[in-house]
């Protein structure tokens, strides 16, 4: 069964500080991976969809990576500003009925 | 464009009773979800519709029933409310199934 972890759970950094999201899964079988953002008492937003064939995607301050051959994706957020705090979550879709998330981290960006 | 619409927002229920949650999207996708989240759970897929007149079971179907209205609703129904379903519903749609999804606000359950 696909498992999804992401480390920290937690982080707070000051404001303009680059920072990494981490994300790792045991199963390498996937179609693609997504990051999402969910603000407090909102729904989610995607950020950036790689597919199973691609590397990493780019949108503005924020960048994406993937290794399959390792299990693991990094969220690469530059420049961080508070209206980037949220929960940042790392969902797999490996084809079966269900996309798998992860649980998480959240972000606390300080003025 | 609205996107993904959720009613109600918050809900309140006593243990039996039941209730119907409403998803609109108006992109014209094809495929429709809804999830429930929980703390520490991550979200888990209840059902699904993959398109206009087809329904399946995702992770976590018991205590649940769904209705595909049409291709833009999706409700979800509980038939007799369980404390266990205390829980934020997120209703999801996608033009097909494995492209992004987009998800509305949510709608908070409590089940006393």
């Known amino acids: 069964k696909q498992e999804v972890t992401q480390i920290p759970a937690a982080l707070s950094v000051p404001e303009g500080e680059n920072l990494v999201l981490n994300c790792s899964f045991t199963d390498s079988a996937i179609y693609n991976l997504q990051w999402f953002r969910q603000d407090p008492g909102k729904g989610l937003t995607s950020l950036l969809l790689?597919?199973?064939?691609?590397r990493e995607q780019t949108s503005g301050r924020l960048n994406a990576s993937l290794d399959k051959s390792s299990g693991r994706s990094t969220l690469y957020i530059a420049a961080s500003q508070p209206g980037d705090s949220a929960t940042y979550l790392c969902v797999l879709d490996t084809g079966r009925r269900a996309l798998t998330f992860g649980s998480g981290t959240r972000l606390q960006v300080q003025p | 464009n609205a996107g993904v619409t959720q009613t109600p927002k918050f809900q309140v229920l006593k243990t039996g009773q039941s209730m119907t949650l409403q998803c609109a999207q108006d992109m014209n996708h094809n495929s429709m979800y809804w999830y429930r989240q929980d703390p520490g759970m991550g979200l888990r897929l209840i059902y699904y519709s993959a398109s206009e007149g087809t329904t399946d079971k995702g992770e976590v179907p018991n205590g649940y029933n769904v209705s595909r209205l049409n291709k833009r609703e999706f409700s979800l129904r509980l038939e007799s409310a369980a404390p266990s379903q205390t829980s934020v519903y997120f209703c999801?749609?996608?033009?097909?199934?494995?492209?992004?999804?987009?998800f509305g606000p949510g709608t908070r359950l409590l089940v006393l």
């Open positions: 999801a749609s996608s033009y097909m199934k494995q492209e992004t999804q987009y």
């Open positions: 790689i597919q199973s064939s691609q």
